[in-house]
């Protein structure tokens, strides 16, 4: 069965750090699009970051030169590492798979998604 | 940035009726639109993908049409798990991909 599982979401002080993990099963993270995307309380969809099968990472401009999209590769966990976090950070955190290539767009449209974790960035 | 506009906010409706939700770009997206369904507490859960295409185990009442700049999904006969937010999200331009703002279709 494929499935994501996030941890790591905290109450953490505006300007702190925090590392979010997810855990994926029943397919190999290496070899697909990787995705965080993220929901403030009551709010909508926000996209934050992708790691591509070959390492490449792209991010946000929300959260560029603060966020770090990272993947260990022999346990199957992709990490987040939030740097200098602010209170409009507040979100519930998903990690979710993003399609194949299609018409030379990739990761375009996420299935499945992990249940998520908050993230409360809050003095 | 690409926007997209979902109209209307809220839709209003009884099961057994048709829903109509609508998603509008700022600019082409050409068939690279989704759609998901989201529950209280529960995370987005994939529908339509590639404008059209269902996605893995969503019943047939689901439908979506469109490209350009106008999509709609539409629900042939609302079933009470039907009741929920929708959003609708294009993965046409790089980098960033962009959600609209969302439809909570509640019960009449």
């Known amino acids: 069965e494929v499935q994501l599982v996030e941890s790591g979401g905290v109450l953490v002080q505006p300007g702190g750090s925090l590392r979010l993990s997810c855990a994926a099963s029943g397919f190999n993270v290496t070899r697909n699009y990787m995705n965080w995307v993220r929901q403030a309380p009551g709010k909508g969809l926000e996209w934050v970051s992708v790691i591509y099968p070959g390492g490449s990472t792209y991010y946000a401009d929300s959260v560029k030169g603060r966020f770090t999209f990272s993947r260990h590769n022999s346990k199957n966990i992709l990490y987040l590492q939030m740097n200098s976090l602010r209170t409009e950070d507040t979100a519930v955190y998903y990690c979710?798979?993003?399609?194949?290539?299609?018409?030379?767009?990739?990761?375009?449209?996420?299935?499945?998604w992990g249940q998520g974790t908050l993230v409360t960035v809050s003095s | 940035e690409i926007v997209l506009t979902q109209s209307p906010a809220t839709l209003s409706l009884s099961p057994g009726e048709r829903a109509t939700l609508s998603c509008r770009a700022s600019q082409s997206v050409g068939i690279y639109l989704a759609w998901y369904q989201q529950k209280p507490g529960q995370a987005p859960k994939l529908l339509i993908y590639d404008a059209s295409n269902r996605a893995t185990g969503i019943p047939a009442r689901f439908s979506g049409s469109g490209s350009g700049t106008d999509f709609t999904l539409t629900i042939s006969s609302l079933e009470p798990e039907d009741f929920a937010l929708y959003y609708c999200?294009?993965?046409?331009?790089?980098?960033?991909?962009?959600f609209g703002g969302g439809t909570k279709v509640e019960i009449k």
């Open positions: 999200q294009q993965r046409s331009n790089w980098p960033a991909l962009t």
């Open positions: 979710t798979r993003g399609s194949g290539c299609s018409g030379g767009l990739c990761s375009r449209f996420f299935d499945p």
